[in-house]
């Protein structure tokens, strides 16, 4: 199927980050790093709308030497965001770097700094590649490559924990668990024993004795690594992740896969893997109406495939000049937005007749599947002679 798309062009602005405040509020995050390139780090505010058009309504220049914000995250009252920014390299190695920083806009559209916190060791490599809110809003997690923290909101108030095996990629709220995808496993933390109501308010759970989900078998034997966990936005049963496969151990030259498998989180069983790509995978992300599953490739390719079936719904093979960096439906799920390090960001409009993947359609399937299953345990009976 074909849609519209338009690319957008932002001069001197490398995009590494994105998230959404509302249908048509869309905060970008980007820039030259640390490096000395001249190229400014930057956060800024852009106005888009179902035609496509992308308008820049502020922006906020970030302190010398500081990083280019990495990740990015909305509050799910749509009231604040925050990003991964590290502070100036002198900062981070005595122990001062503020990277977790929670901002706002102002009703004249004004991007405002709130508050900030430090999560991370004193590794200037080390930066906020993590960030996620809990389903309420009363959490957020927030890693680096091996320290998790997680943070009470607005307090932020943390508790932390060291990763030993592997590095974080990603990590992922429903009600009651955390999930920490890693290089090499899933971590379950049960976040089941939180306070209720006001007691809630302020209160610092643990990150203690996680369940650890080793990584699906890949076909043809193939390994890989985590990259990607999501929760379904309407079920917790419901669990994505994506591997990319690692070169064989006996140096003979492969070509790298992307593999995405959809998960039943009670008990923990991989119910269906299918290859999205031949080259890696770079970004992902899951439409709030729980319809669609977004990807981009290294090859700088941009897919959709449908939630439950994981069947292909339509493919852009060229959204930018180098992979994309960062990949997020609008709160409607009528628009998908690409960025990437090329100075480009493309606009994708979803159809509305995209897939067949209503909640009725989803249902019938369910009945479909349970009835085969029934139907399957009746035939054993019968030739069993106990029915």
């Known amino acids: 199927m074909r849609t519209r798309h338009t690319?957008?062009?932002?001069?001197?602005?490398?995009?590494?980050?994105?998230?959404?405040?509302?249908?048509?509020?869309?905060i970008l995050g980007g820039g030259g790093g640390t490096s000395k390139t001249g190229i400014k780090n930057k956060l800024r505010l852009y106005h888009v709308d179902e035609y496509l058009t992308l308008k820049l309504a502020d922006e906020l220049e970030l302190e010398n030497g500081e990083d280019a914000p990495m990740s990015m995250a909305t509050h799910p009252t749509g009231s604040s965001f925050v990003c991964g920014i590290n502070s100036t390299e002198d900062k981070v190695k005595q122990g001062e770097n503020l990277n977790c920083r929670v901002y706002g806009v102002s009703d004249d559209d004004k991007i405002e700094f709130i508050s900030s916190v430090g999560t991370l060791s004193k590794d200037p490599e080390d930066f906020q590649r993590v960030t996620v809110f809990s389903p309420d809003g009363a959490y957020m997690?927030?890693?680096?490559?091996?320290?998790?923290?997680?943070?009470?909101?607005?307090e932020l108030a943390s508790t932390s924990t060291h990763i030993d095996r592997g590095e974080i990629y990603?990590?992922?709220?429903?009600?009651?668990?955390?999930?920490?995808?890693?290089?090499?496993?899933?971590?379950?933390?049960n976040l089941s024993g939180s306070k209720k109501g006001k007691e809630k308010e302020g209160a610092v759970l643990t990150l203690e004795n996680p369940s650890i989900i080793e990584p699906p078998?890949?076909?043809?034997?193939?390994t890989g690594t985590f990259r990607v966990a999501k929760f379904h936005p309407h079920s917790s049963r419901i669990f994505y992740t994506v591997m990319n496969t690692t070169p064989a151990r006996d140096g003979k030259p492969t070509q790298r896969k992307a593999y995405l498998?959809?998960?039943?989180?009670?008990?923990?069983?991989?119910?269906?893997?299918?290859?999205?790509?031949?080259?890696?995978?770079?970004?992902?992300?899951l439409s709030d109406n729980g319809k669609w599953i977004a990807y981009g490739l290294s090859d700088c390719s941009v897919g959709l495939l449908d939630a439950f079936t994981l069947a292909p719904l339509l493919s852009?093979?060229?959204?930018?000049?180098?992979?994309?960096?960062?990949l997020k439906f609008n709160p409607t799920s009528r628009l998908l937005i690409s960025g990437s390090a090329d100075n480009t960001v493309r606009l994708i409009a979803i159809p509305e007749e995209l897939g067949d993947s209503s909640p009725w359609s989803y249902a019938l399937m369910i009945i479909l599947a349970l009835f085969l299953a029934l139907f399957a345990v009746a035939v054993q009976l019968y030739m069993r002679g106990n029915i």
Do not use: C
């Open 7 to 26: 690319a957008h062009s932002t001069p001197g602005f490398p995009v590494y980050s994105a998230t959404f405040l509302s249908p048509g509020e869309l």
């Open 141 to 154: 997690a927030v890693a680096g490559n091996k320290e998790l923290s997680l943070l009470t909101v607005p």
């Open 170 to 189: 990603d990590a992922a709220f429903s009600e009651t668990m955390l999930v920490v995808a890693t290089t090499v496993n899933l971590l379950v933390y």
């Open 217 to 222: 078998k890949l076909p043809g034997e193939e």
């Open 261 to 285: 498998t959809r998960w039943n989180t009670d008990g923990w069983k991989a119910e269906r893997t299918r290859k999205v790509g031949t080259k890696g995978l770079t970004v992902f992300d």
């Open 316 to 326: 852009i093979l060229k959204t930018h000049e180098f992979p994309p960096t960062v």
